[in-house]
């Protein structure tokens, strides 16, 4: 099943990824609002630049059988921005996606830290430093993350064969290191 082989492929890039953003910090208890201002920057600038053209790349049957539209995220994030006053405008970098399966790679790459996002969220949450904030992109499945999550791996793994294997291990590691290639 392609999302095991993604998961396999991608391990090392999703650790670097999760390093370059201090993760175990979260978990710790040591996790600063600094830090979670730049990790929502990042992933806002991520979600700028490729949810439009990823959610363009789905078939129509597949956007369906995902509820694709209701998994948008962009105008979540910008909550989160507006509410630590940082400011959202970003030169887009627009990048290419060239087919539905690398889409779904990078829909890979997205929809696992919506999962992820939801233990960042409660783990913050009993931070003091945290209290106020609303955690709009995190929580944004709320109590269907899990679900989600599933119905994505489903329809990924029967619709991405092997003979589409390559685009869709490309795609993910184009989401990857496009996390990993930013500076601010």
Request: one cysteine or more; a negative charge.
């Amino acid at each position: 099943m392609i999302s095991e082989i993604l998961k396999a492929d991608t391990k090392i890039l999703h650790d670097r990824v999760e390093a370059q953003f201090n993760s175990k910090r979260i978990f710790d208890g040591t996790f600063s609002l600094n830090a979670y201002r730049n990790l929502i920057l990042y992933n806002y600038l991520f979600l700028k630049n490729f949810e439009d053209a990823v959610f363009a790349s789905i078939s129509e049957p597949n956007a369906e059988e995902l509820n694709l539209e209701n998994r948008r995220k962009l105008s979540l994030i910008e909550k989160d921005l507006e509410f630590l006053n940082l400011e959202k405008s970003a030169v887009p970098i627009l990048p290419e996606v060239k087919n539905e399966a690398e889409a779904f790679g990078i829909l890979y790459v997205m929809e696992g830290s919506t999962l992820g996002g939801n233990m960042i969220a409660k783990q913050l949450s009993k931070n003091p430093d945290f209290h106020e904030v609303p955690f709009n992109y995190f929580r944004c499945y709320g109590d269907k993350t899990g679900s989600y999550w599933k119905n994505f791996k489903e329809v990924m793994d029967r619709q991405m064969t092997q003979e589409f294997e390559d685009d869709c291990i490309s795609g993910a590691r184009k989401a990857y290191h496009f996390l990993l290639d930013r500076s601010l």
